[in-house]
């Protein structure tokens, strides 16, 4: 299997311990990197402290933030997203942007991930496809402020029925739209193999065709969610295609650990390879 850098998602793993224990946890589990959902389902713009807590445990535990989502809403659960939903959710989403592009950049966080929102009863799909896009050109705009990509993202139809971004293609045609209105080229596909193995996708030519035009890789085994070889995928072959096909970038690991603490469910990792290099 070929090496790649690990970060680990502290919104799906570690869940046991408070948030603020989660870093060193992680680290204890011997990784050095780590990603987050947006911590605050309810809130787009905390307090500062709030802000200062989590970044001072991240700091502490001596782990670096790789990616952090915008304002998604409750996640895990129904919302999934917010940018492209009139009224309170997306003015949730525009609150957060600057918030969550500043504290990438105090943590030296280089890729902020947008999720669309669920297709909505009252409103066209034009509307929505056109406040996302306003919203996306936005977003954009900060994360390049600060130095990251933007991360757009396909998920899946059997869970999220109302996602209207249930393919690579249609994620890839969202990642098009926001460079030709931005101009910036910082927007990138967020590749993430559960989601696509759910939607039925052929992994190996979603790789091929996109490997180049991708900013972030998430793994979980499919069916189930859980940690590699709980399901059915051969991760040390694609990940080693996703490495011939030039892929360098970071894997993160978005799965549920199942009925054993977080830190047991590392055992198809090395140890050694947990650790960025």
Not at 49 to 59: C, G, H, N, V
Not at 225 to 233: F, M
Request: glycine share 10%; with cysteine.
């Amino acid at each position: 299997m070929a090496q790649h850098r690990y970060t680990v998602n502290l919104s799906i793993l570690f869940t046991e311990l408070p948030l603020l224990e989660r870093p060193a946890a992680a680290a204890a589990a011997g990784f050095t990197a780590v990603e987050l959902w947006w911590p605050w389902v309810d809130e787009p713009a905390p307090e500062r402290s709030e802000l200062d807590a989590l970044r001072r445990a991240l700091t502490d535990a001596g782990t670096r933030l790789t990616g952090l989502n915008f304002y998604a809403g409750q996640l895990p659960g129904p919302d999934r997203g917010a940018l492209s939903v009139p009224g309170q959710e997306s003015e949730k989403f525009r609150r957060n942007v600057e918030v969550a592009a500043g504290f990438a950049e105090s943590m030296g966080c280089t890729a902020l991930n947008a999720l669309y929102g669920n297709r909505v009863e009252g409103v066209t799909e034009a509307e929505q496809d056109r406040l996302a896009l306003e919203n996306l050109t936005s977003a954009a705009h900060a994360a390049d402020r600060v130095g990251a990509v933007l991360l757009i993202e396909a998920l899946n139809a059997p869970e999220s029925p109302h996602y209207p971004l249930v393919s690579a293609p249609s994620a890839v045609d969202v990642v098009d739209k926001v460079n030709a209105a931005t101009g910036l080229g910082n927007a990138k596909f967020l590749m993430d193999l559960y989601h696509l193995a759910m939607n039925g996708e052929d992994l190996r030519r979603v790789i091929d065709a996109y490997a180049e035009r991708t900013g972030h890789v998430q793994i979980a085994d499919c069916p189930g969610r859980g940690a590699p070889g709980t399901g059915e995928l051969d991760f040390a072959e694609l990940l080693d295609r996703l490495s011939d096909a030039g892929y360098d970038g970071w894997v993160g690991l978005e799965y549920k650990p199942g009925d054993v603490p977080s830190a047991d469910s590392f055992g198809w990792l090395p140890r050694e390879l947990r650790a960025a290099p």
